[in-house]
């Protein structure tokens, strides 16, 4: 899988959106994007994912840039409860989607009251 | 209704011991994973399941043998406990695909092994 860099942390303000970048430089055409976010003492829960094209679900919007080099996560009005680790994380299906996820260091977002 | 849930949620054992830990799943989703997270936070994967079957068996000792009755169930037992087996352990499930792609996976809240 490709690797990818986030910066370590990051700050927002309550009630703004929050703008998490993630660089996947060496992605490859058959590998999407996908983002995770571990709360204190919780498991890992599941965001968003992507190919190529923009993607939005109640929780947050993913843009993927045209080369697919980088992309943003976008959470538009951030809580205090959505301070967490972000995973970016670039993966590629075996065919089974029975692979496992390779998680790196991630930002550590925290939201300002 | 919780989608992935494990037990127990704490473990607290002597060096030596075997333990299991459960994992059960009501997504109806056809594979079933273990992670381990050390005391560095890195999440690290150990065994996938698909359909009962052992997909993924990454570089883990012979002491952690994951068990998988039927597809919504996938234990841990973990025999000859060790003080670098202290970790957070989650089970995830995940189905094969989804409109997106690769269907995402679900994690449980982790249980909290502790060696003494």
């Known amino acids: 899988d490709a690797k990818t860099t986030q910066p370590p942390s990051m700050d927002c303000a309550e009630g703004r959106a929050a703008n998490l970048p993630c660089n996947h430089s060496t992605i490859s055409g058959n590998e999407y994007v996908y983002w995770y976010r571990q709360i204190h003492s919780q498991g890992p829960q599941y965001i968003i994912h992507?190919?190529?094209n923009n993607e939005t679900n109640e929780m947050a919007s993913l843009i993927i840039t045209e080369d697919r080099k980088s992309s943003t996560l976008i959470l538009p009005h951030a809580t205090l409860r959505d301070t967490a680790v972000y995973y970016c994380i670039v993966r590629v299906s075996t065919g089974g989607g029975a692979d496992g996820l390779t998680f790196g260091k991630g930002t550590h977002l925290i939201i300002q009251p | 209704d919780t989608a992935v849930s494990q037990t127990p949620k704490y473990l607290v054992t002597q060096m030596g011991n075997d333990k299991s830990i459960k994992c059960e799943q009501n997504l109806g989703h056809d594979t079933m994973y273990w992670y381990k997270q050390d005391s560095k936070k890195f999440l690290k994967i150990m065994f996938s399941y698909n359909n009962k079957e052992l997909i993924i068996n990454e570089t883990v000792p012979n002491r952690f043998s994951p068990k998988s009755p039927d597809k919504a169930h996938l234990n841990l037992h973990i025999n000859s406990l060790e003080l670098g087996d202290s970790a957070v352990y989650f089970c995830a499930s995940s189905q094969a695909w989804d409109r997106v792609g690769p269907g995402p996976q679900h994690f449980g809240d982790g249980t909290r092994l502790s060696i003494l």
């Open positions: 992507g190919l190529k």
